[in-house]
């Protein structure tokens, strides 16, 4: 157990409709990222937040948002769903916005997919 | 363009032999490169993490080695078990102005015969 909790870990929906995906960060972490990960393809950087604010954006499409709450919680809110954002969606945890050397954590994902 | 590339893209073994996976990458400026052991289906794991001043990095079977100069890395795998089949991430890290950045390899599918 990484300490990164990801729930939930499968999810079956339907082309257009609208799911939403939570991540808790290891105790003491202020720092959530998501990253996608597509079949047979590399971990693509999404959004980070820092203790509820965004710090920094990668490839996310305008479907999709991201918060993070007081207690540090994040969600990853997919609309409008296509069968092409059939993925596996992980967050990590830092403790810091900045990168340290050590204590990038990552979850065990949420494996999505849209029929 | 900071990117980070990975040979080979999938490689089988048998179990006991001994591998080499290879990550070359354009990121500067450098911070730290890690090294990334993803199951199936699961979350990727650290095995390693060296920084500009460091060579080489043992983690029990798995030795990472680091040229700073040709930007290059690699992650030895000797005595090769079972558990070992996984996809191995190279992650490179970079020292940005307000915060470092991960740069991600596509990763290299490790597959393991008995």
């Known amino acids: 157990d990484s300490g990164v909790t990801q729930t939930p870990k499968h999810l079956i929906t339907a082309t257009g409709q609208r799911v939403t995906l939570r991540c808790s960060p290891r105790s003491g972490d202020l720092s959530v990222y998501w990253y996608q990960q597509s079949l047979d393809q590399g971990l693509q950087f999404l959004i980070q937040y820092y203790n509820g604010e965004e710090r920094a954006k990668g490839n996310i499409l305008e479907r999709f948002s991201a918060q993070q709450f007081p207690d540090l919680h994040s969600e990853l809110n997919l609309s409008s769903l296509e069968l092409g954002d059939s993925a596996l969606y992980f967050c990590a945890s830092s403790p810091r916005d900045r990168l340290l050397l050590y204590g990038y954590t990552f979850g065990s994902g949420t494996r999505l997919t849209v029929v | 363009k900071n990117q980070v590339e990975q040979s080979p893209q999938s490689l089988i073994i048998l179990e006991g032999k001994n591998c080499t996976l290879q990550c070359n990458y354009t990121v500067s400026p450098f911070s730290n490169l890690r090294w990334y052991k993803q199951d199936t289906g699961r979350g990727p794991v650290s095995l390693t993490i060296?920084?500009?001043?460091?060579n080489t990095k043992s983690n029990g079977r798995y030795t990472a080695t680091l040229d700073a100069d040709t930007k290059q890395s690699s992650l030895h795998i000797t005595a090769s078990q079972l558990s070992d089949s996984a996809s191995y991430i190279c992650v490179v890290s970079d020292r940005g102005s307000t915060l470092g950045r991960l740069y991600f390899g596509r990763g290299t599918q490790l597959t393991v015969w008995p």
């Open positions: 060296m920084t500009f001043s460091e």
